[in-house]
């Protein structure tokens, strides 16, 4: 069983690119691909209390997820969300650690808010003053697919638009050590039940035996598989190459249970 949705409008920041006009001449080969670091974005959508509180993990998901509504024209404060990260925000829970690992053991407040998962929709609730559901999910580093999934099946189901975001950051040592996430990476797609004149394509999603695509390009194949959320490279390869004049391949997206999301495309 499949469920079909349409994909309006995208959102990304990650190594080497801030935004998804940059991701899309990169992915289609117009921009050499040089990687560097994710340059942290500025957040102007929160009140100065807020945003002196905020960590990047809250800063690039607000940002891709603002980015994808600005360029569909889409009033945020009107959206359904979907959030995922594999692990939320690496500094605030390495601060944490710490905290209990010395001697008083007290978290400050801010430490703990910023901890819980769901901080982003938190934000994001603040940001837009969007009251319509928002769900915070976890998958490890089937994360993407695992949200897309979530996304599809509300959207389709609701009859109502859909913003997925999802959300990465890495943390320090110690725990970089047994759990490496190389750099911040976040994206964000927005997802109608019915065709606009502004989708990009017709996306046909469903589970499969487990297959995976990869990046040819070895630089962005080594993003792909080194954060969790870049799980969705392939995905946006494909968006960043529409129209296409030939037949699209599936794409498969690492999931749980080894299972991959099969993607199927028509363009609209």
């Not at 959207?155 to 990465?168: G, I």
């Amino acid at each position: 069983m499949s469920v079909k949705v349409y994909v309006q409008a995208i959102g990304a920041i990650g190594p080497g690119a801030s935004n998804w006009p940059e991701w899309r001449a990169i992915l289609r080969g117009e921009l050499a691909y040089q990687q560097t670091a994710t340059i942290n974005p500025i957040l102007t959508v929160l009140p100065s209390a807020e945003r002196r509180r905020v960590g990047i993990g809250v800063k690039i998901a607000l940002a891709s997820g603002l980015e994808a509504l600005a360029s569909a024209d889409v009033d945020p404060g009107t959206m359904t969300t979907v959030f995922c990260s594999s692990g939320g925000d690496g500094e605030n829970c390495h601060l944490i650690c710490e905290a209990l690992a010395g001697s008083d053991r007290l978290i400050s407040p801010t430490r703990f808010h910023n901890s819980v998962h769901n901080a982003p929709s938190g934000y994001w609730g603040i940001a837009s003053g969007a009251m319509l559901p928002s769900t915070s999910l976890c998958a490890y580093d089937a994360g993407f697919a695992v949200g897309l999934l979530e996304a599809a099946v509300q959207c389709s189901v609701e009859k109502r638009p859909v913003l997925l975001v999802v959300y990465d950051t890495p943390y320090p040592e110690p725990i970089h050590g047994v759990r490496p996430i190389a750099d911040q990476f976040a994206v964000s797609m927005l997802l109608t039940p019915e065709a606009t004149p502004a989708s990009m394509t017709a996306i046909d999603v469903s589970l499969h035996k487990a297959l995976l695509t990869t990046m040819e390009n070895s630089e962005l194949e080594n993003i792909r598989s080194s954060i969790p959320a870049a799980r969705a490279l392939p995905l946006m390869q494909v968006l960043a190459r529409l129209p296409a004049h030939a037949s699209i391949p599936d794409i498969y997206l690492e999931y749980v249970n080894g299972q991959s999301l099969c993607v199927k495309f028509d363009a609209a």
